[in-house]
């Protein structure tokens, strides 16, 4: 048994769903959470600045004893993890690769889609894996730059015509396509799955990455002993905003106080 926590972070409030899926599937294990919310969003930084940033919230959370850290954020799984891996000596585990894994898995005609913010749709990070685990998958890639706001201002229900139109407009070109697996490739987009699977409709199967993310570590990591773990939450913003989202992504209400850090001095 291993009961050091593990620490996960995201741009901002996208990686709670991560964190909700944690807590449903290792409900044992010691939780810390970094929101970087005095610099969201990542998806339109320059690589050189995600770098930065990365190894900024890399240095905070192993401040704490940590057994590894999850990258609860697609931008930095496509852009820094590999670099920011090999620079320190905790287990680093990103949402890209275990999200191809599944679309892999699952996916009948090997058409895939995948959508996320700018910066990560231009990495071309999803279609390299899912070509290096089968090289016959027809892949097909959408930035949806509006899906992060939309969500973090609870825009995400059936119904609001400002969503259905802008996810209309996005996934039109891979519905045209004849997808039947569809990435959802930024931690923030499974507030939107009832809008997106409506327009896509049953027949595709909508991969969350931050899910599969959480399924992987379970699998990898040596687990906490049996019992109720707690999460300890941090933002380099204001923690009252902070709260006041959370609930919308972990479906759950946060207790206990969130802590403000001053992320520039890591």
């Not at 699952?106 to 910066?119: A, E, F, H, L, P």
């Amino acid at each position: 048994m291993d009961n050091r926590p593990i620490g996960v972070f995201d741009s901002g409030v996208g990686g709670l769903t991560t964190v909700r899926r944690m807590h449903e599937i290792m409900p044992g294990e010691n939780i810390i959470y970094f929101g970087d919310t005095g610099r969201v969003p990542y998806g339109t930084r320059s690589p050189e600045t995600i770098l930065r940033y990365t190894r900024q919230d890399v240095a905070f959370l192993r401040t704490f004893d940590i057994k590894a850290i999850v990258v609860a954020c697609n931008t930095v799984s496509a852009v820094a993890l590999e670099t920011v891996a090999s620079e320190i000596g905790v287990p680093m585990i990103g949402v890209v690769w275990p999200a191809c894994r599944r679309a892999v898995s699952v996916t009948k005609t090997g058409r895939i889609g995948v959508i996320g913010t700018t910066t990560t749709i231009k990495s071309g990070i999803y279609e390299r894996l899912l070509h290096r685990a089968n090289p016959d998958l027809k892949v097909y890639a959408q930035a949806c730059p509006l899906f992060v706001a939309l969500a973090e201002n609870g825009r995400v229900h059936r119904g609001d015509i400002v969503i259905e139109t802008i996810a209309a407009e996005y996934l039109a070109p891979l519905k045209a396509q004849g997808i039947d697996t569809l990435i959802m490739g930024c931690t923030h987009y499974p507030l939107l799955r009832e809008v997106i699977s409506a327009y896509m409709g049953s027949h595709v199967y909508l991969v969350d990455s931050g899910a599969e993310a959480a399924d992987h570590a379970r699998q990898l990591l040596v687990p906490a002993a049996e019992g109720k773990g707690q999460t300890q939450y941090f933002v380099s913003d204001d923690p009252e905003a902070f709260r006041g989202l959370a609930e919308l992504f972990l479906n759950s209400k946060i207790s206990g106080q969130v802590g403000h850090v001053d992320i520039a001095k890591y």
